[in-house]
């Protein structure tokens, strides 16, 4: 499980950790993130993958679920609780196509969901598209107060009344886009289009693991679902 950087490293280059048990795959992926220019190392189940990732320091976690000694499911979830990987990319590649799985992926705080077989062309295409939108400018200063929160879309930070809310990368671009337009009505079409843009094939039920999730961190007042429509944000 010991990195394996390209021939000729490149400091610039998104480091990428691939976890799965299974050598064929990580053969395959392997090569073809290598050859993409990307740096990449590769763990055999979840513990590795942990033990890993503090040296290793991955932009990007591409994670099988099933597993053994430490599921997929479980290392998201371990991942997310240390401050660093907050907002790390971690995407789960999975034979698992049941809707169940997808939403705890989700709920783990995963940010996408491939199913197996693995296509490479179409898989550095989504990864060429998540860092296009890393490396997109950000704001000098964005930030939105509203009904108790502050939104600093900068820092990507949550204040509510004083008290800092951590939030992960897609839970806070949910919460920051609709309270930007507060009062305003979002399906959940639009929703998925402007957090996880079309380069991205996630279910609508994601949406509604992510509200959950923000819901349970800032209170079920700030946002309101309009059955049958979607959600908005309240200033009320």
């Not at 053969?27 to 033990?51: F, I, P």
């Not at 296009?132 to 820092?155: C, F, M």
């Not at 930070?157 to 507060?182: N, T």
Request: aromatic share 8%; glycine share 6%; with cysteine.
């Amino acid at each position: 499980m010991q990195p394996a950087p390209t021939a000729n490293p490149n400091p610039n280059a998104y480091k990428i950790l691939v976890v799965d048990d299974d050598p064929d795959i990580v053969e395959l992926l392997e090569y073809n993130l290598r050859k993409e220019g990307y740096t990449v190392a590769s763990a055999a189940d979840g513990q590795q993958a942990l033990a890993l990732a503090p040296e290793f320091g991955p932009d990007i976690v591409l994670l099988d679920v099933m597993m053994p000694h430490l599921d997929g499911i479980a290392a998201c979830r371990q991942l997310r609780e240390q401050p660093r990987f907050k907002d790390t990319y971690i995407i789960f590649l999975t034979a698992r196509a049941e809707e169940f799985s997808e939403v705890a992926a989700f709920d783990a705080g995963a940010d996408d969901f491939i199913a197996k077989p693995i296509k490479p062309r179409a898989l550095l295409s989504r990864l060429a598209a998540y860092v296009r939108r890393d490396k997109e400018p950000q704001p000098v200063s964005d930030t939105i107060e509203i009904n108790g929160l502050t939104i600093d879309r900068t820092a990507f930070a949550v204040y509510q009344d004083g008290r800092k809310i951590l939030l992960p990368k897609k839970e806070f671009e949910l919460l920051a886009f609709l309270a930007s337009s507060p009062h305003k009505v979002f399906g959940r079409d639009e929703l998925l289009q402007n957090i996880w843009g079309s380069d991205v094939f996630v279910l609508a039920r994601t949406v509604d693991v992510h509200v959950r999730k923000v819901r349970e961190k800032v209170g079920d007042h700030h946002i309101q679902t309009i059955k049958g429509v979607g959600y908005k944000f309240n200033s009320d």
